[in-house]
């Protein structure tokens, strides 16, 4: 899969830095609030997925980010707006069909524990923070932990004019 | 089970050893009405309303480590005699190391189509109440083997905007008679392997088909004169599964060959069905065709291979995502005779 590959960063260079400095700082000039991030644990060697890789992710299709290191999905909460983006825009599915697809998953061997659900962003943060290999997507606003960052999607980071995880 | 959920996945996404094996304990079960009116090849038409308990289904998942997990699933059912009967349903160790690959040693489906992997025991999960005659159990008259003991390998690796996943298992096969499965001992040297390849492409809605062939040597039935050699089984197979913002549709077909040293025949049974379920709310009418064009003579199945054909029209109504209610009608032609039935389940997850 592309994920496990350098990124290929379509906008300019110059400005991917410039965000790339103010992201690790855990803030996002030009990020509207309308934006949401994908943030994934620091040891995670991925720079940017595309859209179609993170949608594979978040339906648990791509168990994997490399041999011998599974994926690990943090959901945001039930009701969140997180959470609501998340099944709604990045799924393409509702809440009610991400709770069959965890059964369906588990009872063909597909998924051998159910995701986490954290209760808040920072929560979601905090439990990257920890992992080898989780992935979570919070609202933009939300300051990243140590041991965590963003993963650019499509090669765009929140605030890029093509940035794909705006509501 | 969301504050189970967020402790497992907890220690989970820490990617740390856990101090014990983090288990998930799940099931499926169901109850259903049925009011039939069966109308023999001879006598008088019979009719019938009961309730039927189905099966309880149990299983458990459990985190062993990162890449290794555990499954196991077990049944307990009434008989038609109302005695109760516990059978090992699944129970097999799996290392998964990347998406492409995969290896499990134990009890297993068989990689027979999409159905039997899919949905198996989950009355839930699938379409429709019945299911297809091809792919009931093996101790309920169905024609294929669908456990296996043994090895199973499985991956799954893009191929441009596709993705193309396989499962191959060599498995000890069936035994002398097809109810059994060979779980502690393998009757002749002869290992049966399965394979399936898949192609699917997922986005809005999901496109998947594919093949898959089995091979096995069926052991001799000492008890059975007619039985007396081994009979080759070569079973091949398609299917293809499409999930669009309408509606989806599944079909599947198989063809049983036997060949029987003993009688010197050849022995070839196809069964196939279609499924359509309309809609995407949580009422979706569906249809359903099921045949079985079956080849008398088959030493191996006896009178359990006969010609088939039933059609289904329902109703799946999803009151929770893990319950849902399906009401029925399905008409049923066997040889000299048919039976129409109108059922209402109830099949939940647990």
């Known amino acids: 899969m592309d994920c496990s590959r350098r990124p290929r960063f379509r906008s300019d260079p110059r400005r991917v830095l410039v965000l790339a400095a103010a992201l690790a700082a855990g803030s996002v000039p030009g990020a509207a609030a309308d934006e949401y991030a994908v943030a994934v644990s620091g040891s995670i060697r991925v720079e940017s997925v595309t859209f179609a890789q993170l949608q594979q992710m978040f339906r648990f299709q791509k168990r994997f980010w490399e041999a011998g290191r599974p994926i690990d999905v943090v959901l945001p909460a039930t009701g969140s707006e997180s959470r609501e983006f998340l099944v709604r825009r990045v799924m393409r599915s509702t809440d009610g069909a991400l709770h069959r697809v965890l059964v369906e998953k588990m009872y063909r061997g597909e998924m051998d524990t159910a995701p986490a659900e954290a209760p808040s962003d920072r929560e979601a943060l905090r439990l990257l923070a920890g992992s080898r290999g989780a992935i979570t997507l919070v609202r933009v606003g939300a300051a990243l932990e140590p041991g965590t960052r963003w993963l650019a999607v499509d090669g765009q980071k929140p605030g890029d004019p093509n940035y794909p995880l705006r509501d | 089970m969301t504050a189970f959920a967020l402790c497992a996945g907890i220690a989970g996404a820490a990617g740390a050893d856990a101090l014990t094996p983090q288990i998930s304990i799940h099931g499926f079960s169901d109850v259903t009405l049925g009011l039939t009116r069966d109308n023999p090849p001879a006598g008088p038409a019979v009719n019938d309303a ?85 792919l009931r159990f093996e101790d309920d008259g169905g024609l294929l083997p669908v456990h296996a003991v043994g090895l199973e390998l499985s991956g799954v690796a893009p191929v441009g905007g596709w993705e193309a996943s396989w499962v191959g298992n060599v498995a000890n096969g069936r035994g002398p008679i097809p109810d059994e499965v060979q779980a502690g001992a393998d009757l002749n040297r002869h ?27 069926i052991p001799p039935d000492l008890a059975d004169p007619a039985r007396g050699a081994e009979i080759r089984e070569r079973i091949g197979g398609a299917h293809a599964r499409l999930r669009f913002g309408r509606g989806e549709l599944l079909a599947e077909g198989f063809l049983v060959r036997h060949d029987d040293p003993v009688s010197g025949g050849t022995f070839r049974h196809r069964a196939g069905y279609v499924v359509l379920v309309a809609g995407e709310g949580r009422a979706r009418p569906y249809v359903g065709y099921d045949r079985l064009d079956a080849q008398g003579g088959d030493p191996f199945y006896g009178a359990a291979a006969a010609d088939f054909t039933a059609g289904t029209a329902g109703l799946r109504f999803e009151l929770h995502p893990f319950d849902t209610i399906k009401l029925e009608f399905r008409h049923e032609a066997f040889e000299g005779g048919h039976r129409n039935g109108l059922f209402a389940q109830t099949a939940f997850s647990f």
């Open chain 2, 191 to 217: 290992k049966a392997v399965a394979l399936k390849l898949t192609l699917e492409r997922h986005g809005d809605g999901d496109l998947a088909f594919g093949v898959n062939g089995y091979l096995d040597h």
């Open chain 2, 50 to 134: 009961s309730f039927a308990l189905g099966q309880f289904d149990l299983y458990i998942v459990s985190r062993l480590s990162e890449n290794l997990s555990f499954l196991g699933e077990t049944v307990i059912e009434t008989d038609a005699s109302g005695a109760t009967v516990i059978d090992l349903e699944r129970a097999f160790v799996k290392f998964a190391w990347s998406d492409a690959f995969a290896v499990s040693a134990g009890r297993t489906h068989t990689p027979l189509g999409w159905w039997n992997e899919a949905y198996h025991h989950g009355a839930m999960l699938q379409p429709t109440i019945a299911r297809p005659l091809a």
